[in-house]
């Protein structure tokens, strides 16, 4: 059964544990606490199994939500977890009057790109070679709530 947990710090490990699998660059576990810690921070993860196979940590103030890591373990993608994820950051967003998403991504991961504008996300702004060791642009993206 699927289900949609708010991460706190107690959930540090096994959120370590998917980031590490998921991002080449990955957050540190001390990186993860320190965020979970954050009182503007809004985090989610899908539960199947007791296990979390997808999550999302955001920061949040009174103009934006910004969304700093979504993330699916590779053989539960092409299920649709990432864009629930997002729908549950807008309930979010909108609850507390939040009226903008944002993101960043970099320019090669197309599978991204294509789930936000099918979320429809707009491009704002590119960083040209922003991510250094690759050499590769950062799109920033949003979308109005």
Same mark, same amino acid.
């Given at each position: 059964?699927?289900?949609?947990?708010? $991460?706190?710090?107690?959930?540090?490990?096994?959120?370590?544990?998917?980031?590490?699998?998921? +991002?080449? #660059? *990955?957050?540190?576990?001390?990186?993860?606490?320190?965020?979970?810690?954050?009182? =503007?921070?809004? #985090?989610?993860?899908?539960?199947?199994?007791?296990?979390?196979?997808? /999550?999302?940590?955001? $920061? =949040? *103030? @009174?103009?934006?939500?910004?969304?700093?890591? !979504?993330?699916?373990?590779?053989?539960?993608?092409?299920?649709? =977890?990432?864009?629930?994820?997002?729908?549950?950051?807008?309930? =979010?967003?909108?609850?507390?009057?939040?009226?903008? !998403?944002?993101?960043?991504?970099?320019? #090669?991961? %197309?599978?991204?790109? %294509?789930?936000?504008? @099918?979320?429809? +996300?707009?491009? &704002?702004?590119?960083?040209?070679?922003? /991510?250094?060791?690759?050499?590769? &642009?950062?799109?920033?993206? @949003?979308?109005?709530?």
């Amino acid at each position: 059964m699927n289900k949609i947990l708010h $991460l706190k710090k107690e959930h540090q490990k096994l959120v370590t544990n998917v980031e590490k699998e998921v +991002f080449p #660059n *990955n957050w540190t576990s001390e990186q993860i606490t320190l965020h979970l810690e954050n009182k =503007f921070s809004w #985090n989610i993860g899908l539960l199947i199994n007791n296990k979390i196979v997808s /999550y999302s940590l955001c $920061l =949040f *103030n @009174s103009d934006y939500i910004e969304i700093l890591r !979504i993330g699916t373990l590779e053989s539960y993608r092409s299920r649709g =977890f990432a864009s629930v994820l997002i729908s549950n950051v807008e309930e =979010f967003a909108i609850k507390k009057s939040i009226g903008k !998403i944002q993101l960043e991504l970099k320019e #090669n991961n %197309k599978n991204a790109y %294509k789930l936000y504008t @099918s979320k429809n +996300f707009k491009i &704002d702004s590119i960083r040209k070679k922003y /991510y250094l060791k690759e050499k590769k &642009d950062a799109i920033l993206m @949003s979308k109005i709530l």
